[in-house]
């Protein structure tokens, strides 16, 4: 039996005796989904750009033509892409009753188009935006048509002001709803698998802690070193696609060849 295949059957075993299972996933799991990463030199999202200055709230509000200007270029990368088996690995462990709740760090919609029902997106999505002033909420597509038709490539509310992507910035708090529900989540987990996070990105690195304080346990299943490796059950250092295909295997389950069509 491989090293994958060992740890894949003692995470299965995890998963069948716990009382309540949850994922935390991050960027890692939509890697193979053709989305990059946010850290990895040279390929990150952050290895290029400087965050502070194009993903930060000030940044938004000092000149939300150059925010958009990389907003957009975010956006369009992320139109095509379509969730991978990872993805669906986890719907089909919803599905079989073993996994209660996916809390995500993605903005991609990639677990909602794979159909995972339980979801949390602690910082949000790009499938709206609003309007800071008067409030209103604008979703996807009538928002590319108003960058696509704005001279100066910032969307803009019918009040005439820009409108800000529905994702959490830098500098913004997280959904107080969402973080919530994770947190209830997390504490009330048996084990959490934690999935393509670097967990370092706080409040939500956070939950893997309110899990173990609760006497819960942890896996961790991404190729970067993660300040809870000493702390895991079962630490798993590949791809992500195979580490879960293994699991479902181990447990009697097949993951779909193809991800499944949108709901």
């Not at 690195?205 to 300040?227: F, H, K």
Request: aromatic content about 4%; hydrophobic content about 40%; proline content about 7%.
């Amino acid at each position: 039996m491989s090293a994958t295949e060992t740890a894949a059957a003692r995470l299965a075993s995890l998963i069948g005796e716990a009382d309540s299972v949850v994922a935390l996933t991050g960027a890692g799991i939509s890697v193979p989904s053709g989305i990059p990463d946010f850290r990895s030199p040279g390929t990150g999202l952050w290895s290029n750009v400087n965050p502070m200055e194009v993903a930060h709230i000030d940044a938004f509000h000092r000149d939300p033509q150059r925010f958009w200007g990389f907003y957009s270029q975010r956006f369009q990368t992320l139109e095509d892409k379509r969730p991978n088996r990872a993805h669906a690995a986890l719907v089909e462990l919803e599905r079989a009753g073993l996994l209660d709740a996916v809390i995500t760090q993605n903005i991609d919609r990639l677990h909602e188009r794979a159909g995972t029902r339980n979801l949390v997106e602690v910082h949000g999505s790009i499938a709206h935006s609003s309007c800071l002033v008067c409030g209103l909420r604008y979703e996807l597509e009538d928002v590319r048509a108003r960058h696509e038709g704005a001279p100066d490539g910032v969307p803009r509310c019918d009040c005439e002001e820009p409108l800000k992507p529905g994702v959490v910035l830098f500098g913004e708090y997280l959904p107080v709803e969402a973080i919530a529900r994770a947190e209830a989540l997390a504490a009330g987990a048996g084990l959490m698998l934690c999935i393509g996070s670097s967990l370092e990105v706080h409040p939500v690195a956070q939950l893997p802690e309110t899990t173990l304080s609760n006497g819960g346990q942890i896996a961790i299943l991404t190729q970067s070193r993660t300040p809870f490796d000493r702390h895991a059950a079962v630490r798993m250092h590949g791809d992500v696609v195979d580490e879960l295909g293994a699991v479902l295997a181990a447990l009697g389950l097949a993951i779909p060849e193809e991800p499944p069509p949108e709901p």
